[in-house]
């Protein structure tokens, strides 16, 4: 594997080196606190090195009526990714409304945070309790408020400053006009990245077919300025992107919105994956980056013909839901009507609305009906992992990743290639300096976050594989730029 000079051993032994120190500064400079997960595979846990806990740290949930009319500035979370209007579901969350039905402790969890959700909406208009990314941006910005420090929004960069080589400020675009703001240190560059960039279209997305899950800003403006100063993208990344399967969700307009497949839904035992052969091609729980190359045929030497399916019987749909399908007692009729779901008294009815060959899909079925039985998928080796496990169901013996597809009627719902942000991004060094194509530093341009390419090289080894390297290297940043080391921390 051939990676640009911008994941060299040197950048992942900076990381490593300096992580924890951002984490220990971010713990007591600002109201950013962490847990770790003690039960969290990493993606492939049986390469070398790989743990089945204790490496991911997930940030504390946040009661952000702290910070009053400023709870404004923070950007909700996709609704697709809420219940109820809005109300963000953590981790911790998740088994509770599963079994909010069939556990007292389940309920009694789901109603106190359903109370609450509701006397958010009625009292602030929108969610509070903010959990997972969402309370990690409200506790910096939090901090950042409170500290006094000037947050312009609703600015566009557009232009670097540039002083006998050095950059010196940048040029915003804003309702007021056109500013410039003078940088004594640098300018850090953190705009969200490239996955939505115009500039990178071949390279992004040579499939065609590609929904992005990406903020709309993230249209690489980042890359844009630097290219005047000699700068390119980084080269070498095994993928551009970091990939998510979505299905698409018809709008009360007409238009559809992604929704991503990321891990709740396709691990679970009863559902499964074909291509347009009504066959097989992935193991539906690995991860979401892995299931998107799968589609494409990366690493397979096959690329799957026709439309990707994502199938459950009844059961099944009812006991876990189905992409942004809810399980039971949520109605699913809507979805049928909308034709995001799609759903048929028998395997032949629902090959035929599909698309597919019937006979072909009826033998997966068998297939997988036997491979739940025998709790050994022979085919594509679901269930196979610690991390696959991990997103299973745990009450489901021999493997809780394998069950039936067998009892009507059955469901389907239509997967496309997407992403959750570009990999591909501005070659920085160890002091997260952006480099040009000849590896010189640039004066007093920096890169962190999604403008900065990632240390990973595209791939996708485990959980905070971009927030953990975005903190560690905006940490850099800010020391490099004012001349200090952090060898102190």
């Known amino acids: 594997m051939s990676l640009h000079a911008s994941t060299t051993p040197s950048l992942l032994l900076r990381f490593l080196e300096t992580g924890p120190k951002a984490l220990e500064f971010l713990e007591a400079k600002t109201h950013l606190k962490f847990s770790m997960r003690p039960v969290a595979p990493d993606y492939h846990p049986d390469q070398p090195g790989g743990t089945l806990g204790y490496r991911v740290l997930d940030p504390l949930d946040f009661d952000a009526r702290v910070m009053g009319d400023k709870l404004a500035l923070i950007r909700p979370p996709i609704p697709e990714f809420t219940v109820f209007g809005g109300m963000m579901v953590g981790r911790k969350d998740i088994p509770h409304m599963f079994s909010m039905l069939r556990s007292p402790t389940s309920a009694l969890h789901a109603a106190g945070i359903l109370a609450r959700h509701a006397r958010d909406r009625l009292l602030h208009g929108r969610a509070t309790r903010l959990v997972l990314g969402s309370a990690m941006a409200g506790r910096l910005a939090h901090s950042v408020f409170q500290a006094g420090i000037e947050l312009v929004t609703e600015a566009a960069a557009e232009d670097l400053c540039v002083e006998e080589g050095r950059v010196t400020g940048l040029t915003l675009r804003t309702k007021e006009g056109t500013h410039h703001v003078s940088a004594r240190c640098g300018v850090v560059l953190a705009a969200g990245g490239a996955a939505r960039a115009s500039i990178l279209e071949d390279t992004l997305h040579p499939h065609g077919d590609h929904w992005s899950m990406s903020p709309e800003g993230s249209t690489g403006d980042s890359l844009v300025m630097a290219a005047s100063l000699g700068v390119a993208p980084a080269q070498g990344n095994i993928a551009p992107l970091f990939y998510a399967p979505v299905s698409l969700l018809p709008q009360q307009d007409g238009s559809v919105r992604p929704f991503p497949h990321l891990f709740l839904g396709r691990a679970k035992p009863g559902v499964y994956a074909v291509d347009g052969t009504g066959q097989r091609f992935v193991n539906e729980a690995s991860s979401y980056h892995d299931f998107v190359r799968a589609m494409l045929g990366h690493g397979t030497g096959r690329v799957p013909e026709g439309s990707i399916w994502l199938l459950a019987d009844h059961i099944t749909l009812r ?71 991990y997103l299973g169901d745990a009450s489901v013996a021999p493997n809780p990743c394998l069950g039936p597809l067998a009892r009507g009627p059955f469901y389907a719902i239509q997967l496309h290639p997407g992403d959750i942000g570009a990999s591909v991004g501005l070659p920085i060094d ?22 900065a390419n990632s240390i990973m090289g595209g791939t996708y080894p485990g959980a905070g594989i971009t927030l953990g390297p975005a903190l560690t290297f905006g940490y850099i940043a800010a020391h490099s730029a004012a001349g200090k080391s952090t060898a102190g921390g």
């Open 319 to 389: 006991r876990y839901g189905l992409g942004a399908v809810r399980p039971f007692p949520a109605p699913v009729g809507a979805h049928v009507r909308s034709g995001y779901l799609k759903r048929a008294k028998t395997l032949a009815e629902l090959a035929r609305a599909i698309g597919i060959p019937a006979d072909a899909l009826t033998a997966t079925a068998v297939q997988v009906t036997g491979f739940a039985a025998t709790g050994v998928d022979e085919d594509q080796g679901k269930g196979g992992n610690a991390y696959n496990r």
């Open 430 to 451: 160890p002091q997260a300096r952006v480099i040009t194509t000849e590896g010189r530093p640039v004066p007093g341009l920096f890169a962190c976050g999604n403008d």
